[in-house]
C-alpha cells in the first residue's frame, strides 16, 4: 500500500505561484513499484483531467494547458513529488490530486487551488 498526501494549495491572484507537495509513503517494496507519479485536477462539473506526469525514469509530460508555466518534479530522498505552478489563470481553479501508477493505483486526498481573477 501507498500513501499520497498533497499539501500547498490555496488562494491565490492571477499571474501568481503555488507549489503543490505529494508526499508518499508506505511499504518499501510498494513504492519501489511506482512506475509513474502525475498529478491531476478536477474542477467542478468537470472531468477528472491529467496536469502533468513524472515517470520513473524521469520523462514528463503535459497537458497543454499548462506547458510552460508548470513543473513537475520529484525529490527521491525524500519520497516527495512537486508541481510548481507559474502564471496561474483562474481556468486552474480546481482540487488537485496526486496519483501514483504502481501495483495499484494510489490517489492522495486532494488539495483545492483557487485563483482569482
Known amino acids: 500500500q501507498v500513501q499520497l498526501v498533497e499539501s500547498g494549495g490555496g488562494l491565490v491572484q492571477a499571474g501568481g505561484s503555488l507549489r503543490l507537495s505529494c508526499a508518499a509513503s508506505?511499504?518499501?517494496?510498494?513504492?519501489?513499484?511506482?512506475?509513474?507519479m502525475g498529478w491531476y485536477r478536477q474542477a467542478p462539473g468537470k472531468q477528472r483531467e491529467l496536469v502533468a506526469v513524472?515517470?520513473?525514469?524521469?520523462?514528463?509530460n503535459y497537458a497543454d494547458s499548462v506547458k510552460g508555466r508548470f513543473t513537475i518534479s520529484r525529490d527521491n530522498a525524500k519520497n516527495t513529488m512537486y508541481l510548481q505552478m507559474n502564471s496561474l489563470k483562474p481556468e486552474d481553479t480546481a482540487v488537485y490530486y496526486c496519483n501514483a501508477d504502481g501495483v495499484n493505483p494510489y490517489w492522495g486526498q486532494g488539495t483545492q487551488v483557487t485563483v482569482s481573477s
Open positions: 513524472l515517470t520513473r525514469v524521469g520523462s514528463t
Open positions: 508506505g511499504s518499501y517494496f510498494s513504492i519501489a513499484r511506482i512506475n509513474a
